[in-house]
């Protein structure tokens, strides 16, 4: 990789960072998601640079290029992410549901519909 | 939510309700015409046709979901409301007029007889004329024989969602109930449970306005898939000491 290359990538993830940062300071996102895509950032940084270890991981996945080593990471990545979301999502799901069905119950008591 | 544990009421008929504006006043007052004095417990699940408002014009208790969260929600809801209100009995069916009201009395019966649930079935007996399209027919076949396999229960017809029950199951579905498609995997549930379950003949009839929640061809596509998933999970969850 050259190190134009390199520059405009570092360039690239580092004004990602300062994005997630803008988004933390606006309270779009919370500390622990910032933390998980400063990670990222991080991994993509030292990935551009750190050629050698990336040939290195290249011959132990046994894949012909580098690229491909990337690509199979940032898969893996998504698909961890995906699942990690889908339990989210399932959980507000559930915390939604639960909130929804007390506040009818709550209600229909108000409404002196139970017997005390 | 505390749940008391005293019985101080007979029996309450909890009904389900998601946009059924046009079948709603006719089953309540088909309902009291049976003279069926228990109270009826409508639980609105989001509704946007005007059910609600026609709902608070009824002589029923009104429980409203401020969105839609599904059959299997709202069923939970209608039976927390009665477990915490102290029903001894609760009495399921839907508002789509399907279900018979003048069945209640035999569903109650075969509960007396020791049973602590009882499905009401469009496949038994003289109510096996129901005409059912043939491939639901075949999937609640299919899933007739997995409630066997998996929960040591034969049931005909799993999907029915005309039941009476008694406090303790009540009690338990009012805890664990599944939010969509609550057929096999509750059979399986209970079976795997012991609970005590029985199924009689009861007559059904055809819907005259609105549609099936089964009707929608990519929730009859997701339907086999999740059943299938969540019956066997039912299983897993009790093999591994978990409710």
Redesign the interface.
């Known amino acids: 990789m050259s190190f134009q290359a390199k520059l405009i990538i570092t360039a690239m993830a580092l004004l990602n960072g300062l994005f997630v940062m803008e988004l933390l300071r606006k309270r779009k996102l919370s500390e622990s998601y910032t933390l998980l895509w400063f990670f990222v950032i991080g991994a993509v940084i030292f990935f551009t640079w750190a050629e050698q270890f990336l040939f290195s991981l290249t011959g132990f996945f046994g894949a012909i290029t580098p690229v491909s080593t990337l690509t199979l990471l940032s898969l893996l990545f998504i698909l961890v992410m995906l699942i990690f979301f889908s339990m989210k999502i399932y959980k507000m799901e559930r915390r939604?549901?639960e909130l929804?069905?007390?506040?009818?119950?709550e209600?229909?008591k108000r409404n002196q519909?139970?017997?005390p | 939510m505390g749940l008391r544990q005293d019985i101080d009421k007979e029996g309450a008929i909890v009904i389900p309700v998601f946009n059924e504006e046009k079948n709603l006043r006719a089953t309540v007052e088909e309902i009291r015409r049976e003279r069926i004095t228990w109270d009826i417990i409508t639980v609105d699940d989001g509704s946007t046709d005007g059910s609600r408002e026609l709902l608070e014009k009824l002589p029923v208790t009104v429980i409203s979901h401020p969105v839609n969260l599904g059959y299997g929600a709202a069923v939970q809801t209608g039976l927390r409301y009665a477990v915490a209100a102290g029903y001894g009995t609760v009495v399921l069916m839907d508002a789509d007029g399907q279900h018979v009201p003048s069945e209640i009395p035999n569903l109650l019966a075969a509960l007396e007889k020791g049973a602590d649930i009882v499905i009401g079935s469009r496949l038994l007996g003289s109510s096996a004329g129901y005409r059912i399209p043939f491939l639901r027919r075949m999937g609640i076949k299919f899933f007739s024989a997995l409630a066997e396999i998996l929960g040591g229960t034969k049931i005909y017809d799993v999907t029915s969602g005309f039941q009476a029950m008694r406090r303790n199951v009540a009690q338990f579905l009012a805890e664990e109930y599944p939010v969509d498609f609550p057929d096999a995997e509750v059979i399986i549930s209970l079976g795997l449970r012991k609970f005590r379950i029985a199924e009689i003949p009861a007559r059904f009839r055809r819907r005259e306005h609105g549609i099936s929640m089964y009707s929608n061809p990519i929730r009859a596509f997701y339907y086999p898939f999740k059943t299938i998933l969540a019956s066997f999970i039912v299983l897993l969850r009790i093999i591994r000491g978990k409710k």
């Open positions: 939604i549901q929804v069905q007390r506040l009818a119950l209600n229909a519909r139970i017997t």
